[in-house]
């Protein structure tokens, strides 16, 4: 009667532990902070060239506008890529897992 009378006759019902693949977690969290840092910073160059609207000694042209406004946006455009990367990244790291080697 050396058998533990709790354990389970077959180990076919012994599932694995797992935990997320943390290496994507860490990779998508980078790359969504990246995608804040684009969005933060066209945030700021619109600011930055809308604010020669408020000034009203000044005449501002609408081909320069246009212009601050359009290097505005690259940043924007580059962080759709890095957001779209990152959320796919952490969705996977969270689906995909690994089983535990530890006990």
Same mark, same amino acid.
């Given at each position: 009667?050396s ?5 389970? !006759? ?5 599932? %694995?532990?797992?935990s997320?693949?943390?290496w994507?977690?860490?990779?998508g !969290?980078i790359l +969504?902070? #990246?995608?804040? $840092? $684009?969005? #933060?910073?066209? =945030?700021?160059?619109?600011? #930055? *060239?809308?604010?020669?609207? !408020? %000034?009203?000694? *000044?005449?501002v042209? =609408?081909?320069? #506008?246009? /212009?601050? @406004? *359009?290097?505005?946006m690259?940043?924007?455009?580059? /962080?759709i890529p +890095?957001?779209?990367? /990152?959320? =796919?990244?952490i @969705?996977? /790291?969270? @689906?995909?897992r690994?089983? =535990?080697?530890?006990?």
């Open positions: 009667m058998r533990n009378p709790y354990e389970s !006759s077959t180990s076919a019902h012994m599932t %694995t532990r797992t997320p693949t943390r994507m977690i860490v990779t !969290s +969504l902070a #990246l995608a804040l $840092c $684009c969005y #933060l910073a066209t =945030v700021l160059m619109m600011m #930055l *060239s809308f604010n020669t609207l !408020s %000034t009203p000694t *000044s005449t042209q =609408v081909s320069d #506008l246009a /212009g601050r @406004i *359009s290097t505005a690259v940043s924007s455009f580059a /962080g +890095l957001m779209l990367t /990152g959320l =796919v990244f @969705i996977f /790291g969270f @689906i995909r690994q089983p =535990v080697v530890s006990a």
